[in-house]
């Protein structure tokens, strides 16, 4: 037996070590040997590139599989569309990601990293000084610009989900993770806005409210450029109709301290009467 166990990494190294040799001949052919998957690198990588040639390398691939998903699709994204985007072999793309469900993911982390810095910069440390409406307006308006201007953002996070350790979980991972962050964040926002708001409640409002603004920003992703704005109107109608009366109630006066006003009004009546005579 550990015969047996010894003969088949050699094996291996030698076919993987043809299969770099190969990969300039067969350039600009269909078919290509991925290399060995480095085992320093656990997540979406095959190998991690460590200067800025092979870092502009992977952002090109990156940049070509979101092209191919903004124009085609999804299931259009194979590792040979991908590269052909790229004007690069497909080799190219096996150095860095060992198939095309690990360069969707690398692109999901990404658009992960970017959507957390537009979390960052939208919410106010101070949200006291700003009208419920243009909080709202300053929450939703980057989120919808980012949605403009990464269209296969919405179609790489509608991945279907893998195992557990499969490379095509990853965006559905990430897509829970950014929610459940933004809930934290609406949370947090809305407790320093009505902190006499009960914890419970507050979490059920920042849920509803990130839910609803998830799935109409979604529905203004496949809409036409005649529907976005009206879309992202009525999201901003919706949410500071829902959020006023939680956020601001208004105050109410007890009927006690109504009952002692009128009161003293009558009382004062009588006297102003009789300095009058």
Known sequence: MPAKR??????????????????????????????PVDAESPDAYRRRPRQSRGQARVELLLDAAATVIAEQGLHAATAEAIALKARTAKGSLYQFFPNRDAVLAALALRYADEMRAIHQRAFPIDPHGLPLDRLI??????????????????????????????????????????????????????????PKLATRDRRRVALVAATLGQSLLARRGRAV??????????????????????????VVTTDANTNANANADTKAAPKATAKKR
């Open 6 to 35: 010894a003969s088949r990494p050699a094996a291996r190294e030698t076919s993987q070590a043809a299969a770099p040799a190969a990969a300039p001949a067969a350039s600009g052919q269909a078919a290509a040997s991925p290399p």
């Open 225 to 250: 450029a005649a529907e976005k704005k009206p879309l992202l109107d009525d999201l901003r109608r919706i949410l500071l109709a829902y959020l006023l009366p939680v956020l601001e109630p208004p």
């Open 137 to 194: 307006d300053r929450i939703v308006r980057p989120l919808a610009e980012f949605h403009d201007t990464h269209p296969a953002f919405r179609r790489v996070f509608a991945t279907v989900e893998g195992p557990g350790d499969d490379t095509r979980s990853a965006p559905t991972r990430l897509r829970a993770q950014l929610f459940d962050s933004f809930v934290d964040r609406l949370d947090v926002l809305f407790a320093a806005r009505n």
